[in-house]
């Protein structure tokens, strides 16, 4: 099946920082999904891109499609102690957009 | 709207007993999945359904049986369960069009001794 790899696996920062994730797959995606799951709840959507380049702003939050379809990055900016989670991006491709999940990046902020 | 429901919130079963993990939906969404979450493993895919009457496999299907008879419900079975079992169960809908958004219920924590 598809692969995604999400790095990193975990990121330990102070309140203030800027935050970098990315995924990276070994298949072409139509469309890349990043989620912010907080503990004991569902993930929540952050942001979705559907085009190859596509740069996608949700107030602090960035995120990129890559040229190759093959790769996503998520920037925070100014992290806040409530940025606290585990983020996942998600890559979907053909007509079901089913999308297949990365292993999650967990993010602690410091205040 | 609810958005996405699921029943119940916590179960602790024992190994070869059965049950049923319910969803449900109240936004009229086509698509419908079940997921499970391990520690350090993501979401991976059980099974999903496009619409009523239709189902799929997911990535890890084998254990796990659904149905599909209305838009609004998604059970998933479970039929004889086994500690391998015992993770976090999420159900996420979406609906067709330009802009696709999944949206996930709260979640299922199932304990199998």
């Known amino acids: 099946g598809q692969q995604l790899n999400q790095s990193p696996q975990s990121m330990f920062i102070q309140e203030g920082e800027d935050v970098s994730m990315n995924c990276t797959s070994s298949s072409i995606f139509n469309t890349w999904l990043w989620y912010k799951q907080e503990p004991g709840e569902g993930p929540v959507l952050l942001i979705a891109?559907?085009?190859?380049?596509e740069l996608t702003s949700n107030g602090r939050l960035t995120a990129q499609f890559g040229i190759t379809r093959k790769d996503s990055f998520l920037n925070i900016s100014a992290s806040i102690p409530s940025d606290v989670g585990i983020y996942f991006c998600a890559g979907a491709s053909g007509g079901s957009y089913i999308p297949t999940f990365g292993r999650g990046t967990s993010l602690i902020v410091h205040p | 709207n609810a958005g996405v429901t699921q029943t119940p919130k916590f179960q602790v079963l024992k190994t070869g007993q059965s049950m049923t993990l319910q969803c449900a939906q109240d936004m009229n969404h086509e698509y419908m999945s079940w997921y499970r979450q391990d520690p350090g493993m993501g979401l991976r895919l059980i099974h999903y359904?496009?619409?009523?009457?239709?189902?799929d496999q997911g990535e890890v299907p084998n254990g796990y049986n659904v149905s599909r008879s209305t838009t609004e419900d998604f059970p998933l079975r479970l039929l004889s369960a086994a500690p391998s079992q015992t993770s976090v169960y999420f159900c996420?809908?979406?609906?067709?069009?330009?802009?696709?958004?999944?949206?996930f219920g709260p979640g299922t924590r199932l304990l199998v001794l």
């Open positions: 996420a809908s979406r609906s067709t069009g330009s802009q696709e958004t999944q949206y």
């Open positions: 891109l559907y085009k190859a380049g």
């Open positions: 359904s496009v619409g009523a009457g239709i189902t």
